[in-house]
T-cell receptor, first 113, second 112 residues
Framework: ETGVTQTPRHLVMGMTNKKSLKCEQHLGHNAMYWYKQSAKKPLELMFVYSLEERVENNSVPSRFSPECPNSSHLFLHLHTLQPEDSALYLC????????????FGQGTRLTVV | GQQLNQSPQSMFIQEGEDVSMNCTSSSIFNTWLWYKQDPGEGPVLLIALYKAGELTSNGRLTAQFGITRKDSFLNISASIPSDVGIYFCAGIYGGSQGNLIFGKGTKLSVKP
């Protein structure tokens, strides 16, 4: 089983829909992240959870709502998205310690129509 | 804010050639990471560097942590078609989680 698993792999949703992305890590890490990757843009950090508490929110619109019920699971709840929100959404996890590297899931390709 | 300048942005090479790419910054980093991303997939960690001057290999890949702690390079020797993808550098600064920033990536295309 892969270390960081994201579901679904692909999602098409209308602008009025509500959906959730799920991430699960099996690495025993205690920090989890959501990144957005758009075409021709660098990876954009959206949210960071460390020890199940949100420690960073990079000015992300409120139509994106994260949830971290425990150290192994992370969700991204989506509602009333815009077409420009279409992107690859990546989850990552790491250990909370100096210089710890992050491991990524395979991503969810989101298309907003 | 912290920024990483990764170059080149893209490159076409002949199979069997060596490849070199680098990341530079005006800021100091504690850790340098190199990732590879295949189309439609998440980035996969290739090499992690933790000390200034460190030189680490992973098969045909070699990466170095610059002495000044402001740069890193990645070399791929004897490239093959499966090396195609986007390579990202990433740097970790400070002592807390979340201080991980990425370069914009180098897109590698190999001519068979």
């Amino acid at each position: 089983e892969t270390g960081v698993t994201q579901t679904p792999r692909h999602l098409v949703m209308g602008m009025t829909n509500k959906k959730s992305l799920k991430c699960e890590q099996h690495l025993g890490h205690n920090a989890m992240y959501w990144y957005k990757q758009s075409a021709k843009k660098p990876l954009e950090l959206m949210f960071v959870y460390s020890l199940e508490e949100r420690v960073e929110n990079n000015s992300v619109p409120s139509r994106f709502s994260p949830e971290c019920p425990n150290s192994s699971h992370l969700f991204l709840h989506l509602h009333t998205l815009q077409p420009e929100d279409s992107a690859l959404y990546l989850c990552a996890s790491s250990q909370v310690r100096w210089g710890s590297e992050a491991f990524f899931g395979q991503g969810t390709r989101l298309t907003v129509v | 804010g912290q920024q990483l300048n990764q170059s080149p942005q893209s490159m076409f090479i002949q199979e069997g050639e060596d490849v070199s790419m680098n990341c530079t910054s005006s800021s100091i980093f504690n850790t340098w990471l190199w990732y590879k991303q295949d189309p439609g997939e998440g980035p996969v960690l290739l090499i992690a560097l933790y000390k200034a001057g460190e030189l680490t290999s992973n098969g045909r890949l070699t990466a170095q942590f610059g002495i000044t702690r402001k740069d890193s390079f990645l070399n791929i020797s004897a490239s093959i078609p499966s090396d195609v993808g986007i390579y990202f550098c990433a740097g970790i600064y400070g002592g807390s989680q979340g201080n991980l920033i990425f370069g914009k990536g180098t897109k590698l295309s190999v001519k068979p």
